[in-house]
């Protein structure tokens, strides 16, 4: 899988997830950022920080840590696949 087919499955899993309510397209800015965290990181752990301090960022609330962990988790384990299959 090619680095744009990543980023659309990326893309979708967090289109879905959208904690805040906002619907589909209304974050991208976030989504970009959380995509260069998934790009630039190995580790759940600095992913799902980013992922806390994006939304804190934008939102002005900060969402709990494990919600960030099982979604930066989820990502991480599509960006594996990503990476086995080549």
């Known amino acids: 899988m090619e680095s744009k ?10 289109n879905n997830w959208d904690p805040f309510k906002v619907g589909e397209g209304e974050f ?4 970009a950022d959380i995509l260069q965290a998934v790009h630039d990181h190995d580790e ?3 992913i799902a920080r980013r992922i806390q301090s994006v ?6 609330q900060v969402l709990p ?3 960030c962990l099982s979604i930066a988790n ?3 384990a599509i ?4 990476v086995c299959s080549l």
Do not use: G, R
């Open 5 to 14: 087919e990543l980023s659309y499955k990326l893309i979708h899993v967090l």
């Open 28 to 31: 991208d800015p976030e989504i």
């Open 44 to 46: 759940a752990d600095k």
């Open 55 to 60: 939304f804190e960022f934008s939102f002005e």
């Open 65 to 67: 840590y494990q919600e």
């Open 74 to 76: 989820t990502l991480l």
């Open 79 to 82: 960006k594996n696949e990503d």
